[in-house]
């Protein structure tokens, strides 16, 4: 008997035994070849992807270093920045002090001038104030130059307690310019 060819594909009679293993191999090949090419492409596309990937993670990486050390470079900036503005204050600070002090030792130094210049001047009119008493008591002058001395010799008297003032206040300046602390209010207590 012989075998009936069918026109179905999936019929065992439709299948010759010895082609079957030639078309196993065909197919094996050719399924291992595109299982290769396949492979080799997802390979490359899978390496492509990681060198995106890493190059990405560089770039980022490289980023937040790059940015970090912005960040830092920023912070030293202000840092020196405020330690110059410090540094400014400071010279300020001691330029003041000692034209401060330099004022309040001038002023000392006139105001202790002044009242030894009003000292003698007392002195001067005191003396003026004897004499004109012995005028007087002697009789070559007038009373009226006796009180003119005494007025004189008030008027000097009263400018040399203003110059001795104005010493005293002038040293508690120079002390305080020094550094010292000094005020109305603090006296008024320690004197309690």
């Known amino acids: 008997m012989a075998a009936k060819k069918t ?7 439709s299948i ?14 050719k399924g291992a070849t595109q299982t290769k090419e396949a492979y080799a492409k997802m390979k490359e596309a899978a390496e492509d992807a990681t060198k995106t990937v890493e190059a990405t993670l560089e770039s980022a990486q490289a980023g937040s270093v790059e940015l970090g050390l ?4 920023a912070n030293v900036a202000a840092q020196q920045a405020r330690r110059e503005e410090t540094i400014v204050a400071y010279r300020q600070t001691v330029q003041q002090a000692f034209r401060e002090t330099h004022d309040a030792l001038v002023v000392n ?4 001038e002044a009242l ?3 000292a003698q001047r007392r002195a001067a009119l ?6 004109a008493d012995l005028r007087y008591r002697a009789g070559y002058s007038g009373y009226l130059e006796v009180l003119d001395a005494q007025r004189e010799l008030l008027q000097a008297q009263t400018l040399e307690i203003a110059a001795a003032r104005d ?12 550094g010292g602390g000094w005020s109305p209010e603090a006296f008024a207590a320690a004197q309690r």
């Open 7 to 13: 026109d179905d594909v999936f019929s065992i009679a």
């Open 16 to 29: 010759d035994p010895s082609k079957l293993s030639e078309s196993f191999r065909e197919f094996a090949e």
């Open 70 to 73: 912005k960040a830092i470079e």
């Open 109 to 112: 130094r006139k105001a202790r």
């Open 116 to 118: 030894a210049a009003q």
């Open 126 to 131: 005191e003396q003026a104030l004897a004499l």
């Open 167 to 178: 010493a005293r206040n002038a040293l508690v300046d120079l002390a305080r310019a020094l």
